[in-house]
């Protein structure tokens, strides 16, 4: 069974920055593509942000120009670099493989990790 580890959130003021990290145990990383979910209080989980097999990436506009994910096939992780952020940021982030770049997406892995708290406040 595939397990996700995400690390790196953390409590930060708007316009700052924060590198998430995820960690995929268990299955054959470079097969996929990757994406980081969020879910913030109240909202559905939604894809912010998604990167093919080829390395072509996608973002929600929300976050585009912002943020910057990052596939390491030989390290089986996927990274997330989130810059000038807003309070809107505000959420639980999640890695998984979604089944296309939309931000609905459904993810490929019916299980999800811990995810890793984002909190962007003054």
Known sequence: QVQF??????????????????????????YYPWGWYRQAPGKERELVAFVALNGGTKYADSVNGRFTIIRNNEQGTVSLEMNSLKFEDTAVYYCNAPLSSAATAAPLFPNWGPGTQVTVSS
Do not use: A
């Open 5 to 30: 580890v995400e690390s790196g959130g953390g409590l930060v003021q708007p316009g700052g920055s924060l590198r998430l990290s995820c960690i995929v145990r268990g299955g054959t990383f470079r």
